[in-house]
């Protein structure tokens, strides 16, 4: 039987330049099935990058091992494919940005998987298409506004069809309108089929994951679907943490008597429940 998801078992990581005396990851357990949102939140430095570049094999732990449809990461001979299967967007897209054309930095990667050139020119339109930047094919990545720059560095991971996506604080550096037109897209992308983990220090992100792992000096602190996980306002303000907007008011009319439904995940569908038992 194939084996599909990612899996760490007991991983541990610290960097030998540290100056700290906690691990980055430490002793961590972590099965991630296909067709997942997973959302990982943490205050910075709680360890979520180093998880997420331990993802597609980036970096390797120190200890454990991670498991990509059942693929070691640990093995050389196993990270072109794992590679394939999991497509990372960092934090800052200029350091992820090479090429001189919009076109060109999508087809970079394409090529390398020595495609026919009507597949490559076939999935650069797919692709920019799909992050709305058809116009932008020609445009230097140099001269478009961060939130562009985000999406072509989305588009050019999309266009190698991962079957896992993960995105490490993606959103960091938007304004209101691209922050939200990105989580817009992966919700899109998950309502297709596609598998997103998505780290961000910002609660308000993870909204419309359906499991949320919360990381705390470099050990999971918290897991389980957003309900469950932001209704403990007591553990997470230990750590540094707040629930979404959202999730505050929902824990409000809970404590007040009000019956919610724990599967509410944005303000219309809360209104929408509220005036159905009118």
Known sequence: MDIEGIELLDVSKKYKNARAANAALSNVNLTILPGQYVGITGVNGSGKSTLVRLLNGLIQPGRGKVYVDGLDTSNPGHLPLIRRLVGVVF?????????????????????????????????????????????????????????????????????????YLVLDEPTSMLDTISRKELLD??????????????????????????????????????????????????????????PPGLYMLLSHLTRNEYSIDGGIKTTAELVQYICSRL
């Open 91 to 163: 934090q800052n897209p200029d350091n992820q940005l090479l090429s001189p054309l919009v076109e060109e930095e999508i087809a970079f990667g394409l090529e390398n998987l020595d495609l026919p050139l009507q597949e490559i020119s076939r999935r650069i339109e797919w692709a920019l298409q799909l992050v709305g930047l058809e116009a932008m094919k020609h445009h230097s990545p140099n001269l478009l506004s961060g939130g562009q720059k985000q999406k072509v560095a989305l588009a050019a991971v999309l266009a190698m069809k991962p079957k």
């Open 185 to 242: 897209q992966l919700k899109t992308l998950h309502g297709e089929g596609m598998t997103i983990i998505l780290s961000s220090h910002n609660p308000e992100d993870l909204v419309q994951a359906d499991r949320i792992i919360v990381i705390d000096q470099g050990s999971i602190h918290l897991q389980g679907a957003p309900w469950e996980v932001y209704r403990q306002e007591a553990e997470l303000a230990a750590i540094g943490l707040e």
